[in-house]
């Protein structure tokens, strides 16, 4: 279900013989953000460049405009978290956005929660290589981790409509937490299109916002949709009551760092 220029689970990457393309220099920009990650961040496009388009994550034609539609794309997500948050990154794919808000945001713990074993084991190696110690990979699905995961922040980037996304992502917040899905120019329609689910799932707000303004060339579109005191509605409230008589709610960040719970 991967879309926006990310590779579909089992296409090949298609361009030539190769399927490689040139990686273009960093835009000023890049620095800005990432500041002294800048290096890590660096790494990170080429580590999509490379090994992201060999494995069928990212699509071959995408590598020339990885900086702007991609990486930064999603980073700019960073100026809208609170001072040291919990993010979780549903179908994060290969980390799209959870990876660069996390090199831009260090105080931010964030869980990259994938369910697809090709991607987590590329995700893992990732992490370590990048030295990402504010970084889980998380293999599962979101409908699974109701009760087990509780967040601040929910993100997610080309997973789902609006209304399917919210009755993924809102059970994993904690009470007024908020989600962030990068929608681009559908923003409003899925918005207007999921205002029912929306309310049944306990959403208290919701609105299109754009971040990166006077940093990007083209700001990045995100519906921010804000929970009430129950995310999810009355169906996950009551399955995560029934995780914690049971004492088996997860604190982000628990388990090994970067390495990963596999679940085969």
Request: proline share 6%; net charge positive.
């Amino acid at each position: 279900m991967a879309t926006d220029g990310v590779a579909a689970e089992g296409t090949p990457a298609e361009d030539g013989q190769d399927g490689r393309q040139e990686l273009p220099e960093a835009p000023a920009a890049a620095q800005q953000i990432f500041g002294e990650r800048f290096p890590v961040a660096l790494r990170y496009t080429e580590l999509l460049a490379t090994a992201g388009v060999q494995r069928g994550l990212i699509g071959p034609r995408e590598v020339p405009r990885l900086w702007d539609r991609h990486v930064l794309n999603c980073a700019v997500l960073a100026e809208l978290l609170p001072a040291n948050a919990s993010l979780c990154d549903v179908g994060s794919g290969a980390g799209l956005p959870g990876i660069p808000v996390a090199m831009a945001r260090p105080d931010v713990s964030v869980t990259l929660l994938e369910p697809l074993l090709r991607r987590t084991t590329f995700l893992e190696e990732v992490v370590r290589e990048l030295g990402l110690d504010n970084v889980t990979v998380l293999r599962g699905r979101a409908e699974e981790m109701v009760g087990k995961l509780s967040v601040d922040i929910v993100t997610a980037r080309a997973v789902a409509p609006m209304d399917r996304l919210a009755g993924w992502g809102l059970p994993l917040l904690r009470p007024y937490g908020q989600m962030l899905a990068l929608k681009g120019d559908t923003a409003e329609q899925e918005l207007a299109d999921s205002r029912a689910a929306l309310t049944r799932l306990g959403a208290v707000k919701w609105s299109v916002i754009s971040v990166g303004e006077g940093t990007l060339e083209t700001s990045t579109r995100v519906v921010r949709v804000e929970a009430g005191e129950s995310p999810g509605g009355v169906k996950a409230a009551t399955r995560r009551a029934k995780a914690a008589r049971a004492g088996r709610t997860a604190k982000p960040g628990d388990g090994a760092r970067g390495a990963g719970r596999r679940r085969r």
